[in-house]
């Protein structure tokens, strides 16, 4: 992986506001108004999960899903633009461009899960610290699927319709995935398919460590599926183009 | 020299190159073999399939049948290794990027790069270095592309329509800084729809009409490719223009235009039949002529 494109590439997405406001800001400020809404967060869930804390990590995994999804919008302006053909006259290979991409995705989406923490233990969300890395670690790592998904998009979106089937993949994982509503409350047909989703599963393995009946094994099964899945997608689609 | 020699230093050696979309033949059969330190012309009307042949000549599309080899490797290894490079026609720069961050991008990804100010330099925006794309000129952003073209030091430059969105001037300061890079031995090819840079700037001429070489050589042969030349003279009252060496007439009033194959027999002929005719004036055919006659085919 070439650093210096990584660099440019961390430059020019920090540089744009849309970016700044949607994936690093809004998470929070979604967070701070579910919490007053909720009233003062002494509440439990039946889960036993204390309600800010649970809320803390929907909306940190909303940030996870909003930073790469942006990415992959990118992606899809750029071949518009044909960017990625000047690409291709220099030595940096379809790998190198898609883990640059990867990666960037990956560290985009970072802030806003921490500053979703941050605000959390300011609103008085109490774990110890392994939990806490844990917890970070975990919404961290289950960045990797919408990463790779944000890529796949921008791999096969044009750039007008871009800003639909962002709109429509952070509406399917995000709602279905039980994000907004939770999956214990949905009729059987519905929390079907919000349990085939890898959101649903990445917020089950950041609740395990503090609610039991976690399938752990299946979580990160269903999560490599699609892993697996939307890398296979991403390798071919790039193949295609180029 | 033998055939396989030259093929074998070639900078470019195209040989049964091949390309089609659906129904489509886009290069249909192209053989070109370009010598190190040329500068050629690649001219033909649109849809002639230059921008194919270039597409496949870098390594951007895979023909259908043919072998490419630039300066004896895969049009790939060549790109890696820096030897080609190429300012494309609809090639983007990125918005929210600066000149000097796009430029030194592209540096940073080949293997052997030129200083990122040596290539501003050459391309004649070093005053631009810290600019937004997006706030560049359409002749600002092809000098961009140059640099772009320029900072990997390639022995083999491409040029598809390089100064299409460009003025005048613009276009005039472009071929000095091209020249002076051709002046240290670079091959150059370029894709045109100008004739006059053809002429001005160009060792050698290919034309290409539907997918097919149909000349090749310098300007001055491919000129005389289509032999002859033009009269034109006023004739108050001609009737009978039926002259020797005359291929076609044109009138307009008493001012007549006729196309030669011998100018000589016709003025003769012209002169003898209509005593009064005046200001006659005998021109040879030029490049544009020669496009049109060897291009035209198309456009019937």
Not at chain 2, 51 to 62: C, E, F, K, N, Y
Not at chain 2, 156 to 170: F, I, K, Q, R, S
Request: charged share 20%; aromatic share 6%; hydrophobic share 50%.
């Amino acid at each position: 992986m070439n650093t210096r494109f990584l660099g440019l590439e961390l430059r020019r997405a920090v540089r744009n506001g849309r970016y700044l406001i949607f994936t690093v800001v809004l998470p929070s400020v979604m967070f701070v108004l579910f919490v007053n809404l909720y009233g003062d967060g002494e509440g439990t869930f039946p889960n036993g999960l204390p309600v800010t804390t649970s809320l803390m990590m929907n909306m940190a995994l909303f940030g996870v899903m909003a930073g790469p999804l942006s990415i992959g919008a990118r992606i899809a302006v750029e071949r518009g633009l044909g960017w990625q053909r000047q690409l291709r006259l220099t030595p940096l290979t379809g790998a190198g461009y898609l883990t640059t991409k990867g990666a960037l995705g990956m560290l985009v989406g970072l802030p806003g899960i921490l500053l979703v923490c941050v605000i959390g233990a300011v609103e008085g969300v109490r774990m110890d610290a392994p939990h806490w890395f844990g917890v970070l670690a975990t919404l961290w790592l289950g960045a990797i699927p919408f990463v790779l998904l944000g890529i796949v998009i921008g791999l096969i979106a044009t750039p007008d319709g871009m800003q639909a089937v962002t709109g429509l993949a952070s509406m399917l994982f995000g709602l279905l995935g039980g994000i907004w509503i939770p999956a214990d409350v949905a009729p059987a047909w519905l929390a079907g398919i919000m349990k085939a989703l890898p959101t649903f599963w990445v917020k089950q393995l950041t609740q395990a460590p503090f609610v039991s009946g976690v399938d752990v094994k299946q979580a990160l099964l269903v999560i490599a599926l699609w892993v697996a899945g939307l890398s296979v997608i991403a390798v071919r689609r790039y193949r295609a183009q180029n | 020299m033998t055939e396989t020699a030259v093929r074998a230093g070639a900078a470019v050696a195209l040989s049964g190159l091949r390309k089609r979309f659906g129904e489509v033949r886009a290069v249909d059969g192209v053989d070109l073999v370009i010598s190190p330190g040329e500068v050629v012309a690649l001219l033909g009307p649109n849809g002639a399939g230059k921008s194919t042949t270039v597409d496949m000549l870098l390594g951007l599309s895979v023909p259908d049948a043919g072998e490419i080899r630039v300066f004896g490797k895969s049009p790939r290894d060549a790109v890696v290794a820096g030897q080609i490079s190429a300012m494309l026609q609809s090639g983007a720069l990125l918005d929210d990027a600066t000149v000097a961050e796009v430029v030194g991008l592209i540096a940073a990804l080949h293997l052997k790069p030129m200083p990122v100010a040596q290539a501003l330099r050459q391309a004649g925006i070093a005053d631009l270095a810290g600019r937004r794309c997006t706030k560049l000129s359409g002749g600002q952003k092809q000098r961009v592309r140059f640099a772009l073209a320029l900072v990997c030091e390639p022995d083999l430059l491409v040029l598809d329509e390089p100064t299409v969105a460009m003025d005048v001037e613009t276009r005039r300061a472009f071929w000095q800084q091209m020249r002076a890079y051709t002046d240290t031995g670079r091959t150059v090819l370029f894709a045109t729809h100008y004739l006059d840079e053809a002429e001005e700037y160009a060792d050698r001429v290919v034309l290409m009409r539907s997918g097919r070489i149909v000349a090749d050589g310098s300007v001055a042969q491919v000129r005389a490719t289509v032999s002859g030349r033009t009269l034109r003279a006023v004739v108050p009252g001609a009737a009978d223009l039926d002259l020797p060496g005359v291929r076609a007439v044109e009138r307009r009033g008493d001012q007549i235009m006729l196309t030669c194959s011998d100018s000589d027999a016709a003025v003769r002929a012209l002169l003898t039949r209509y005593p009064h005719a005046h200001d006659i004036e005998i021109t040879a055919l030029g490049l544009e002529d020669a496009f049109l006659a060897l291009t035209g085919e198309d456009n019937r």
